[in-house]
């Protein structure tokens, strides 16, 4: 069992930038769909940014021209660099990696934007 680790939350103020990374603890092997969710309190998780093994990616329109997804060489982490962040962007940041039949979720990192 490949565990996801998330790091690089925090509390920024508005129009601040942050870069969350995932990084797995183990290899994954085969191509890989890697992607960031996000969760607010009480609204649903919502996918924020996705990264395919043919190298597309897509964002949530909210996110569109703000945020970046990356993905390492050794396919084993996955990144979003986040700029000109607002308060609406507060949330719980989870990583995912689906790698054929194996889907892998991180726990987590609390991402606060003060205005």
């Known amino acids: 069992q490949v565990q996801l680790v998330e790091s690089g939350g925090g509390l920024v103020q508005a129009g601040g930038s942050l870069r969350l990374s995932c990084t797995g603890a183990?290899?994954?092997?085969?191509?890989?769909?890697m992607a960031w969710y996000r969760q607010a309190p009480g609204k649903p998780r919502e996918l924020v940014a996705g990264?395919?093994?043919?190298?597309?990616?897509k964002y949530a329109d909210s996110v569109k021209g703000r945020f970046t997804i990356s993905r390492d060489s050794a396919e084993n982490s996955v990144y979003l660099q986040m700029n000109n962040l607002k308060p609406e962007d507060t949330a719980v940041y989870s990583c995912?990696?689906?790698?054929?039949?194996?889907?892998?979720w991180g726990r987590g990192t609390q991402v606060t934007v003060s205005s």
């Open positions: 990264s395919n093994s043919d190298g597309t990616t």
């Open positions: 183990g290899t994954i092997f085969g191509a890989k769909a």
């Open positions: 995912r990696v689906v790698a054929g039949p194996y889907d892998y």
